[in-house]
């Protein structure tokens, strides 16, 4: 019997660059709860029409429509053909113009000076080193430019399910499978190790009363399960009885998510004063 040969880590041929991947978190930042936080996160940027910004990390695209149809330059980059694929189609169906540009946060494919902002979405918790990313970010942007940088504290995230020991226990492995889990409060250390200057500060709570519902978490629990019992981070017993506990909840109206999403943005040195 020959094993399948492993999938990359990022970049062509990951599990990043599948059409399920593309499905998966095109349907989650569509949802209210999320959608309501990257309003609240672009509005941070203040005014953006005409503005040349790239988007690093952009996944499916959702953030870099929603910067283009106010009016601003976009550049999409990613390092998966999948998503910039469907960056491509977004744009289309919303009627803006996106450019693609194949690269990841480590290594962006644009001389200095480059662009009047950036936006980092929920890219630095999985970047080994986030200084080094944060860095060659400064490096593309135009002095005086801005950094929108927004992550997930997970160390936060909490489910009232009636088993404070197994809803920690989910928690704990979760937060496993990221580079870092509480990269939303390490934030502010990185940009000031990386020569930035930070303005603003937008924290939000991500709140869920329905496990089951079209909500980050219905969409994104599930592929997490997967990954949970492929690895044998939790046994499967484990998460059938979290998976039974949190329908229950819900059916009784008891069911609780949430964790902080932090948004910082920041700025390069140099800029009119």
């Not at 953006?48 to 330059?73: E, F, K, Q, T, W």
């Not at 644009?110 to 970010?137: C, K, M, N, S, T």
């Amino acid at each position: 019997m020959t094993s399948s040969p492993s999938r990359p880590a990022s970049g062509a041929g990951s599990s990043w660059d599948t059409p399920e991947a593309v499905a998966r978190v095109a349907s989650a930042y569509r949802t209210t709860d999320v959608a309501a936080i990257r309003q609240a996160q672009i509005d941070v940027l203040g005014p953006i029409a005409g503005a040349a910004i790239i988007d690093v990390g952009c996944g499916p695209g959702i953030y870099a429509r929603d910067l283009a149809l106010r009016g601003a330059r976009v550049t999409a980059l990613d390092s998966a053909p999948a998503m910039l694929a469907a960056v491509a189609e977004e744009a289309a169906s919303a009627g803006v113009t996106i450019a693609l540009a194949d690269g990841d946060a480590a290594a962006i494919p644009f001389p200095d000076a480059h662009f009047d902002a950036a936006v980092l979405v929920q890219v630095i918790e999985y970047v080994p080193d986030a200084v080094g990313a944060l860095r060659e970010l400064a490096r593309v942007l135009k002095p005086g430019g801005r950094l929108l940088i927004a992550d997930t504290d997970w160390e936060t995230a909490s489910w009232g399910i009636g088993d404070a020991a197994l809803s920690e226990q989910i928690k704990r492995a979760w937060c496993a499978t990221k580079e870092h889990a509480d990269a939303g409060r390490q934030v502010p250390e990185w940009l000031a190790a990386a020569g930035f200057v930070i303005s603003a500060w937008e924290p939000r709570l991500l709140t869920v009363a329905d496990a089951t519902g079209d909500t980050f978490l219905g969409h994104s629990w599930p592929s997490y399960r997967r990954l949970l019992e492929r690895s044998g981070a939790v046994a499967t017993v484990d998460l059938d009885r979290f998976d039974d506990l949190c329908k229950e909840t819900s059916h009784r109206g008891t069911f609780s998510f949430c964790v902080v999403r932090h948004a910082w943005l920041a700025d390069t040195p140099g800029g009119p004063q």
